[in-house]
């Protein structure tokens, strides 16, 4: 009997060393395979960390009240909640170009600023503004992202 006991006992062990075995192969491939995926396909992951391209001037200038909006702005006069700024247009990923378009921005308190912080929207500042059109030259601002040092205005 006692025999027979040691027999099942070291036999259950041989059975969990084994599914531990096969455990373990199996992470090994599968972290090779994420790892194989992941080189592969470097691009998808690049594209995902741009902003939309922002509207153009038409586009802009066609968007119904109440519509979000994507623009970007250098900014020419700061008042309490709100700024004075003109639309650019983009000329490639860090070159924009003024449109002639002045624009009333309304800015409060509480707006998320990304890349920086409420203190660097001030005159000159160049921004990427996510935004509500109010008016054919208004607009709400939800967010805003700081691209002064990544951008040229041509």
């Not at 455990?23 to 396909?41: E, G, H, I, Q």
């Amino acid at each position: 009997m006692k025999l027979l006991r040691i027999e099942v006992i070291s036999r259950g062990r041989r059975l969990a060393n084994a599914a531990g075995l096969i455990y373990r192969r199996v992470m090994k491939a599968l972290s090779f395979f994420l790892v194989l995926t992941a080189a592969a396909f470097p691009v998808a992951a690049s594209a995902q960390m741009h902003a939309p391209p922002p509207m153009s001037k038409g586009q802009f200038e066609s968007t119904p009240a109440g519509s979000p909006v994507q623009i970007v702005v250098r900014v020419t006069a700061l008042q309490r909640e709100a700024f004075a700024a003109d639309l650019l247009a983009q000329v490639d990923a860090s070159h924009y170009k003024p449109t002639g378009t002045h624009l009333n921005l309304y800015f409060p308190a509480q707006t998320p600023v990304l890349m920086g912080s409420a203190g660097d929207v001030k005159p000159g500042a160049v921004l990427y503004v996510y935004a509500v059109a109010t008016s054919r030259d208004r607009a709400d601002v939800k967010k805003i992202v700081v691209v002064t040092p990544y951008a040229t205005v041509l």
